[in-house]
């Protein structure tokens, strides 16, 4: 148990629909990364929140949004759902001696 | 800019054989590095980091890495390899800063 934890484990939609993913980081973790993982793209970082702003955005698209709490929890928000949206994502909080990532166990999302 | 490069897409090893998985990084300061394994369906575990010190690191699992700064690799090994070890393999490198890259994975099979 890595102490990431992320909900709902699976979401089943369809196309057009709006969905918000949730992320809890591991205790004293400040910051929050979302990854989105599918069969053809293999694992994309997508956005990183560190102590409630944005720091750093990679693959993520203009649909997609995320936010960070006052209380250090996230939401990766997907809207316009097309079926290529269709992955596992991924939520990590960073730390330890090596900044290293502590990975939540994923939702998987199903667009239909 | 930081990259990994994981040359192997898919490793087919048997029960019982010693196991290398490559990576390869382009880092300009001191990596942190780190090997990652993911199951079908789970999230990502840490299996062991590189950050300072000792050049043979251990990890869970039995693992081991070693950090090569002249030819800028970072191997993971196991003498001995277990069914229970099919699952596919990140390799990934980090610093003081926010950005974490992964490699693109080797999946692993393992023959009974």
């Known amino acids: 148990d890595s102490g990431v934890t992320q909900t709902p484990k699976h979401l089943i939609t369809a196309t057009g629909q709006r969905v918000t993913l949730r992320c809890s980081p591991r205790?004293?973790?400040?910051?929050v990364y979302w990854y989105q993982q599918s069969l053809d793209q293999g694992l994309q970082f997508l956005i990183q929140y560190y102590n409630g702003e944005e720091r750093a955005k990679g693959n993520i698209l203009e649909r997609f949004s995320a936010q960070q709490f006052p209380d250090l929890h996230s939401e990766l928000n997907l809207s316009s759902l097309e079926l290529g949206d269709s992955a596992l994502y991924f939520c990590?909080?960073?730390?330890?001696?090596?900044?290293?990532?502590?990975f939540g166990p994923g939702t998987r999302l199903t667009v239909l | 800019a930081q990259s990994v490069t994981q040359p192997d897409i898919h490793i087919t090893v048997s029960e019982g054989a010693s196991l290398e998985l490559r990576c390869n990084y382009s880092y300009g300061a001191t990596p942190y590095l780190f090997w990652y394994v993911q199951s079908p369906g789970q999230g990502l575990q840490l299996l062991l980091k590189?950050?300072?010190?000792?050049?043979l690191v251990q990890g869970i699992k039995g693992f081991e890495a070693e950090f090569k700064r002249s030819q800028s690799s970072f191997n993971l090994r196991k003498p001995s390899v277990h069914w229970s070890d099919a699952a596919e393999y990140f390799c990934?490198?980090?610093?003081?800063?926010?950005?974490?890259?992964f490699g693109a994975g080797t999946r692993l099979t393992v023959k009974p």
């Open positions: 205790s004293g973790d400040l910051s």
């Open positions: 990590a909080s960073r730390g330890g001696r090596a900044n290293e990532q502590f």
């Open positions: 590189y950050f300072s010190g000792d050049t």
């Open positions: 990934a490198v980090g610093g003081d800063n926010n950005d974490m890259r």
